[in-house]
Nanobody, 120 residues
Framework: DVQLVESGGGSVQAGGSLKLSCVASKLYYDTYCLAWFRQAPGNMREGIARIEGDGSGTTTYADSVRGRFTISYDPDAKTLSLQMDSLKPDDSGVYYC?????????????WGRGTQVTVS
């Protein structure tokens, strides 16, 4: 199965920056996208950024992070990144890397274990 391992979380003051990384292994699908989700205590998990895996570099952002966060993917290194700038306390939460793949009319979703981000 696809394995996703996040790193780069930590604590930062408001206005600061962090960069998250997610290494994907065994991602052998031809059709997939990669995304970052986050979940604050008591809240539902929300998608914040997505990048298509077709090499087009097409990205989508949630309104809450657009202009402050940048998602990118290095297909050679199989590494998904999230550069987070101008961080706010509301950005605190557990950040998850996800891969969604399609094969033979079926959809498969894989999750990393998450990394904690705390903005004070």
């Amino acid at each position: 199965d696809v394995q996703l391992v996040e790193s780069g979380g930590g604590s930062v003051q408001a206005g600061g920056s962090l960069k998250l990384s997610c290494v994907a292994s065994k991602l052998y699908y031809d059709t997939y996208c990669l995304a970052w989700f986050r979940q604050a205590p008591g809240n539902m998990r929300e998608g914040i950024a997505r990048i298509e895996g077709d090499g087009s570099g097409t990205t989508t952002y949630a309104d809450s992070v657009r202009g402050r966060f940048t998602i990118s993917y290095d297909p050679d290194a199989k590494t998904l990144s999230l550069q987070m700038d101008s961080l706010k306390p509301d950005d605190s939460g557990v950040y998850y890397c996800a891969a969604v793949a399609w094969y033979m009319e079926s959809q498969y979703t894989y999750w990393g274990r998450g990394t904690q981000v705390t903005v004070s």
